[in-house]
C-alpha cells in the first residue's frame, strides 16, 4: 500500500537544528513533487515548502525562507526538510504531501511533531 512516513521530529531549543524526513513505499517518489505542510493548535494549516520533481524548484513560506532548506534523495525515495535557527512559533505538527497544493495531494504522512522550547 502506498503510504508516506516522516521522521525526525522531537524537542529542540530555540536556534537548533532538526531534519525531517518523508520516505515513500509502495510508489516511486521520483514521479510527485513534495510539499511539507505544518499546523499548530488552533492555526490554520500552512504550506511551509515545497520541491518540484522535474525541475527541482524550490519553495519556502515567507515565515522560513533562509532558515529551512528542502531536498530529495530520489534513490532513498526520501525527501528531507532541514530546519535551522528554529524558533518557538515553529512549534507545530509537520507533514509531508505529495503535491505542493495540500487540496490535490494525493498521499499524506501522518506527521511528525517539532517543538521548540527552552
Known amino acids: 500500500q502506498a503510504q508516506l512516513v516522516e521522521s525526525g521530529g522531537g524537542l529542540v531549543q530555540p536556534g537548533g537544528s532538526l531534519r525531517l524526513s518523508c520516505t515513500a513505499s509502495?510508489?516511486?517518489?521520483?514521479?510527485?513533487?513534495i510539499g511539507w505542510f505544518r499546523q499548530a493548535p488552533g492555526k490554520e494549516r500552512e504550506r511551509v515548502s515545497c520541491i518540484l520533481s522535474n525541475s527541482g524548484s524550490t519553495y519556502y513560506a515567507d515565515s522560513v525562507l533562509g532558515r529551512f532548506t528542502i531536498s530529495r534523495d530520489n534513490t532513498k525515495n526520501t525527501g528531507y526538510l532541514q530546519m535551522d535557527s528554529l524558533k518557538p512559533e515553529d512549534t507545530a505538527v509537520y507533514y509531508c504531501?505529495?503535491?505542493?497544493?495540500?487540496?490535490?495531494?494525493?498521499?499524506w504522512g501522518k506527521g511528525t511533531l517539532v517543538t521548540v522550547s527552552s
Open positions: 509502495g510508489f516511486t517518489l521520483e514521479n510527485h513533487a
Open positions: 504531501a505529495t503535491d505542493c497544493y495540500a487540496a490535490i495531494a494525493d498521499y
